[in-house]
């Protein structure tokens, strides 16, 4: 089972889409294995958005991350970060598709909504950013003693 980091941003918490986005992954199927509204530290977006530092937009990726609450998630699921990426949708609003979350939801590409690991390793990274292991919940689901 792959896991994956999946969060809201402060748009997504702003315009009050966390519950529309956390239901297209249960509806999914995948497994929310922990969740939690957090206001992220400087130092924790500066470590989120490290591959992005020599980039002239990394100082604003940082004061917009940091800027409100976000909804930080860890899901798990099979192919979840591949197929969280699809569903998710281009970063660029201009080119995500209808039926994507950016591609109904979003307006403008700095305010997109919503970020999901792109490997991972991006995840594992993510997840330790801002979540302990005792944040991480393992637990059965009734339907899988089934399949």
């Known amino acids: 089972m792959e896991r994956t980091f999946i969060?809201?941003?402060?748009?997504?918490?702003?315009r009050g889409l966390i519950g529309d986005i956390v239901s297209r992954f249960e509806r999914k199927?995948?497994?929310?294995v922990s969740g939690k509204l957090m206001m992220i530290t400087r130092e924790q977006a500066e470590r989120h958005y490290a591959e992005h530092a020599e980039k002239p937009f990394f100082g604003e990726l940082v004061d917009f991350i940091t800027s409100g609450p976000v909804f930080a998630m860890i899901w798990e699921g099979d192919e979840i970060i591949s197929l969280s990426r699809l569903m998710i949708g281009?970063?660029?609003?201009?080119?995500?598709?209808?039926g994507t979350i950016r591609g109904d939801y979003a307006s403008h590409t700095p305010l997109?909504?919503?970020?999901?690991?792109?490997?991972q390793e991006s995840a594992a990274r993510e997840i330790a950013n801002l979540f302990a292991d005792?944040?991480?919940?393992?637990?059965?689901?009734?339907?899988?003693?089934?399949?």
């Open 112 to 119: 997109n909504l919503v970020h999901g690991s792109d490997s």
């Open 134 to 147: 005792s944040d991480i919940i393992s637990y059965d689901r009734a339907i899988e003693s089934w399949i």
């Open 7 to 14: 969060m809201v941003k402060p748009d997504g918490v702003q």
């Open 90 to 98: 281009k970063t660029k609003v201009g080119e995500a598709q209808p």
């Open 29 to 32: 199927g995948w497994k929310l």
